[in-house]
T-cell receptor
């Protein structure tokens, strides 16, 4: 099946610094990628939809200036948490849809997630 | 706005017993419903979707539009079924592809 990778798998940073998380589709092209956030023992919350070659669309309540998303190619989307603070500590998960899939529903494939801890 | 509710955070059964993980949704349109599973230390993966009406690993789920439910069932649970299960909804239209997840249910199957 299709594989989505994320890098790094975990990161610890100081408050005020920026952190970039990469999401890659390894064996397929993804015009659309999604970024989710998951708090401990809670569900996944969609943060934004990343569209290749255009601006990301953010869900209500998500600060676009705080969470910068870039989808520069069909296989890579990046999420940058700017001026990170302890409350940004969370598990960030991306997913990608196979643009060329022939199925009636373009299944989403999830990355393994990135654990961000802001001190 | 759409919403997905999984009323049970934890569910424990013994091997060979039937299991049902409940999922209810609220949405005024015709959504697509999914079950995702996350095994220990693995990533989230699709288990099944209502449009395909298939059985995966012995699990089935029927969309009941009258009760707005999409419960996941398996007649004989196995230890390897122990995992976190998420019910998810795709509202379609301009929100196509955007998934709304339930809170998740941790299923533990005891030997």
């Amino acid at each position: 099946g299709a594989v989505v990778s994320q890098h790094p798998s975990w990161v610890i940073c100081k408050s005020g610094t920026s952190v970039k998380i990469e999401c890659r589709s390894l064996d397929f092209q993804a015009t659309t990628m999604f970024w989710y956030r998951q708090f401990p023992k809670q569900s996944l919350m969609l943060m934004a939809t990343s569209n290749e070659g255009s601006k990301a669309t953010y869900e209500q309540g998500v600060e676009k200036d705080k969470f910068l998303i870039n989808h520069a190619s069909l296989t890579l989307s990046t999420l940058t948490v700017t001026s990170a603070h302890p409350e940004d500590s969370s598990f960030y998960i991306c997913s990608a849809r196979d643009f060329l899939a022939q199925s009636s529903y373009n299944e989403q494939f999830f990355g393994p997630g990135t654990r961000l801890t802001v001190l | 706005a759409q919403r997905v509710t999984q009323p049970e955070k934890l569910l424990s059964v013994f091997k060979g017993a039937p299991v049902e993980l409940k999922c209810n949704y609220s949405y005024s349109g015709s959504p697509e419903l999914f079950w995702y599973v996350q095994y220990s230390r693995q990533r989230l993966q699709l288990l099944l979707r209502h449009i395909s009406r298939e059985s995966i690993k012995g699990f089935t789920a029927d969309l009941n539009k009258g009760e707005t439910s999409f419960h996941l069932k398996k007649p004989f649970a196995q230890e390897e079924d122990s995992a976190m299960y998420y019910c998810a909804l795709d509202a379609g239209g301009t929100s196509y592809g955007k998934l709304t997840f339930g809170q998740g249910t941790i299923l533990t199957v005891h030997p």
